[in-house]
């Protein structure tokens, strides 16, 4: 080699520090790439809330009853009209939703449904829960469980107001 000539080498003590930098990086991505199955879960949580709260609204604005009845063997749901003390939710379907359609790889899965034993609440033409259709006894609301990916959410659904609360079970 020249005598004037520069030698552009990395050190042993570089290469090392480089490698723990990335361990010590790559040891913090990890586990945060492991929770996005979590969101998931939360998106069909959003999806049931938002379908409620439309529920409630189109209620509202047609000044007519509106019904959600889940399936907890298929985890979906329908909005249905209410026309009267019977649902036909083979006709009078405003909108149909299964969560695999929002979770596509179908982690997530409706768990449990109760309101008033049933598997349905109903809305009056002012959105809020009474017993059944056709009815204007105010309804005590209930609760929708979603579980996947070893997280529970517990969807209520308030007596009276329609209150919508979200819970995370321990």
């Known amino acids: 080699m020249p005598r004037g000539a520069v030698r552009h080498a990395y050190t042993l003590i570089e290469l090392l520090l480089v490698i723990v930098i990335l361990g010590i990086s790559s040891a913090m991505v990890v586990p945060s790439i492991s929770s996005t199955n979590v969101l998931r879960v939360q998106s069909a949580v959003r999806s049931i809330v938002a379908d409620i709260a439309y529920a409630q609204s189109d209620a509202l604005a047609r000044q007519e009853g509106r019904a959600i009845i889940f399936d907890v063997a ?11 003390p019977t649902l036909f939710p083979s006709t009078d379907t405003v ?12 982690d997530s ?30 309804g005590n609301g209930g609760t929708v469980t979603i579980t996947g990916s070893g997280s529970t959410f517990i969807i209520g659904v308030e007596a009276y107001t329609g209150r919508v609360t979200v819970t995370r079970a321990p």
């Open 74 to 84: 298929t985890s979906s749901y329908a909005v249905v009209e209410v026309k009267g």
């Open 95 to 106: 909108l149909r939703r299964s969560l695999r359609q929002v979770d596509a790889k179908g």
């Open 109 to 138: 899965h409706i768990a449990a449904v109760d309101f008033e034993g049933t598997n349905m609440i109903v809305f009056d033409s002012l959105g809020g829960p009474v017993q059944g259709p056709g009815s204007t006894t105010p």
